[in-house]
C-alpha cells in the first residue's frame, strides 16, 4: 500500500476503479498518473505533499488495482468517470496534476466540470497532431505491447539511476495492466483533439515538461493552445519528472496552490 494513503475500490460505469485518499490538510489535490503506471508513480512525492495538501488519485481504469475495468475509453469518458468519482469527495475545488495521459483527462475535466478544477498541473502532455500520432505508431507499438521492460529499456527513459525496488515496480504495474490496456490508452491520446481541449480552458493552467523528456518539443505548442497558461522545464528529468526529480516536481505543486508560482 502506497505510504500515507489508504485505497477504496469504487463501482463505476466502467467497472471497479481503485480511488486513494490520504495527507493531513485540507486544500484536495489529485494525482494522476501516466500510461502503464499506477498511483505508485507517485511514491516518491507523496511524502512531500501529504502534510500539507488533502490527496486524492486513482489507477485509471485498466491499470493498477483497477485493472478488471474497462478501458477501451475515450479521454472524454475518462474524464467523466473521474469527475463522477471525485464529486463530494473534493468539498471545494481541487488542483490537478496529470503526468502523460493523466494530463489530457485533467485538461478535458476541468473543460467539463471546471466548477470542479481550481488548476491544472499538466506534466510532460504531448500536444500533438493526428498525422504525428500516426507516423510514430509503429514506435507506439513497440514501448507497449509488451509489458514487461529490462533493466537498461527503463534507465534509458530515467535521468535517476534505477534500482532493482523501482524496476520492480514498473514492471508490476505494466504487468497489471497488460498491452491491450496500454495501447487503448495510447489510441485514447491519438484520437483525442488536444489542442481544442487546451482552448477551451478557463482556469488556471501551468505546463510542467522534462527537460529531456519527449514532450519537450511540445511546448510552444502547448503555449500557442493555451495563451494564458505558464510553462516550466526541470533540468535533470525526463518522462517520468515525479520519479526523477521529486523535490521540484512538488515545488511545482506548491506553486500551483499560490497561484502559478511554478519554476
Known amino acids: 500500500m502506497l505510504r500515507n494513503m489508504t485505497m477504496t475500490i ?135 505491447g509488451v509489458p514487461r521492460q529490462d533493466f537498461d529499456a527503463v534507465q534509458a527513459r530515467l535521468c535517476s539511476p534505477l534500482d532493482d525496488a523501482l524496476l520492480g515496480r514498473w514492471n508490476a504495474d505494466r504487468e497489471q495492466a497488460g498491452a491491450e490496456s496500454m495501447i487503448a490508452a495510447m489510441e485514447a491520446i491519438r484520437d483525442h483533439d488536444a489542442a481544442a481541449t487546451l482552448s477551451a480552458l478557463t482556469v488556471p493552467t501551468h505546463f510542467l515538461f522534462g527537460e529531456k523528456g519527449p514532450a519537450a518539443d511540445c511546448i510552444e505548442a502547448a503555449r500557442q493552445c493555451t495563451p494564458h497558461a505558464g510553462c516550466g522545464v526541470i533540468p535533470g528529468a525526463g518522462h517520468f519528472v515525479s520519479i526523477d526529480q521529486p523535490e521540484s516536481f512538488a515545488a511545482a505543486v506548491a506553486g500551483m496552490f499560490r497561484g502559478r508560482e511554478v519554476c
Open 10 to 144: 469504487e463501482e463505476t460505469a466502467a467497472g471497479p476503479v481503485a480511488l486513494y485518499s490520504g495527507g493531513a490538510g485540507t486544500r484536495p489535490l489529485v494525482l494522476l498518473h501516466g500510461n502503464g503506471h499506477s498511483i505508485h508513480e507517485f511514491d516518491r512525492i507523496v511524502p512531500l505533499l501529504a502534510g500539507q495538501y488533502r490527496l486524492l488519485g486513482w489507477d485509471m481504469p485498466g491499470h493498477g488495482a483497477s485493472n478488471a475495468a474497462r478501458f477501451d475509453l475515450s479521454i472524454d469518458e475518462r474524464a467523466v468517470l473521474l469527475g463522477d468519482m471525485l464529486a463530494g469527495r473534493a468539498q471545494e475545488p481541487a488542483v490537478l496534476v496529470g503526468t502523460s495521459i493523466g494530463a489530457f483527462i485533467a485538461a478535458a475535466l476541468a473543460v467539463q466540470r471546471p466548477d470542479q478544477v481550481a488548476a491544472l498541473l499538466l506534466v510532460e502532455m504531448q500536444v500533438r497532431d493526428r498525422a504525428w500520432w500516426d507516423a510514430a505508431w509503429p514506435l507506439v507499438n513497440r514501448m507497449f
